[in-house]
């Protein structure tokens, strides 16, 4: 009686096993074969890598349009189907969706979920000086930085779909070449601004990086993330400075109010320093799809056009 019992129960094991087999040779064949592989991402600045990489081989979406803000985003309900629906699914992290890191780390159970700037080399990250123990996640403003994040993309996309490595890997050539292309080209605009005339004084700080590769100074009147309001001190502060150094624009960004900015010129205004509104920056989010700035190269190139 006690062999016979024993007997039954591995049967049930052996097909709770099978079953479970069926379903995952399932999945690999919707994953590899004629459907496209359904990717999410969270920002616009990933989901440009990913159609560029993944080509016909990917149906792809990306969370945040033109104008929004990563760092206050939440996810909707609509986000959440997509999410669920999704085969592999990429986010910048290093805080910068700060909000949805928690759906993203639940999704991780159960899919290929990759925080793309965790492949940055640790020593390249700059650090949030307002935050403790935070990392500035705005690594898309140095090439040498966000070819790491392009490179993960490649490589879950390989992971994920092997039978196309070929592909995903020349795709990848391509790309990564156009961006060393484009950044060959932003060096030598750059050197035709002055020293003393490269400052950017912008709304939040997402462009530490871009002042490190290119010799900038970048004021911000936000910090890093947007999440801590500006306050009348960081205003003034800005002004001072803008007055000392004599600069006389600064510029807003797509995805944060002008609020702050308008202040500034306004405050600086009553101090007898004439301060002028630069335009608008594609700092956090790209622009309108279809446009020139709904790509990265082509927000990239954005910011050196307003000066
Ligand atoms: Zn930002």
Redesign the pocket.
Same mark, same amino acid.
């Given at each position: 009686m006690k062999k016979k019992m024993m007997m039954f129960g591995t049967g049930i094991a052996l097909v709770a096993l099978t079953a479970c087999g069926t379903e995952e040779t399932e999945g690999d064949a919707s994953s590899s074969g004629d459907d496209p592989i359904q990717v999410v991402s969270t920002i616009g600045q990933l989901d440009d890598a990913v159609t560029n990489i993944g080509g016909d081989l990917v149906d792809n979406h990306a969370l945040m349009g033109p104008g929004i %803000? $990563? =760092?206050m985003y939440n996810a909707s309900q609509g986000d959440v189907q997509l999410l669920d629906d999704a085969d592999i699914v990429f986010y910048n992290g290093l805080n910068?969706e700060a909000n949805m890191e928690d759906i993203l780390e639940q999704m991780g159970q159960g899919k290929p979920v990759y925080a793309v700037g965790n492949n940055v080399p640790e020593d390249m990250i700059k650090a949030d000086e307002e935050e403790q123990n935070m990392p500035d $996640? =705005?690594i898309w403003f140095d090439i040498d930085l966000w070819s790491y994040a392009v490179e993960e993309v490649r490589d879950g996309l390989i992971e994920l779909d092997p039978d196309n490595e070929e592909v995903y890997t020349e795709n990848a050539e391509t790309y990564l070449s156009e961006l060393t292309e484009v950044q060959e080209w932003a060096y030598s605009e750059i050197e035709q601004i002055e020293q003393d005339q490269r400052v950017l004084v912008t709304a =939040? %700080?997402?462009f530490q990086y871009f002042g490190d590769a290119f010799d900038f100074d970048v004021l911000g009147l936000q910090g890093?993330?947007?999440e801590a309001e500006y306050g009348l001190s960081d205003v003034q502060r800005i002004i001072d400075e803008m007055i000392e150094r004599d600069i006389t624009a600064v510029f807003g960004e797509t995805?944060v109010s002008d609020s702050a900015i308008e202040a500034v010129i306004q405050g600086a205004g009553q101090q007898g320093h004439d301060v002028e509104h630069g335009g608008e920056l594609y700092? %956090?989010a790209m622009g309108e799809e279809g446009t020139e700035e709904g790509t990265y190269i082509g927000m990239y190139r954005a910011t050196f056009h307003k000066w």
């Open positions: %803000d $990563p =760092h910068l $996640p =705005h =939040h %700080d997402a890093i993330s947007t995805s700092s %956090d």
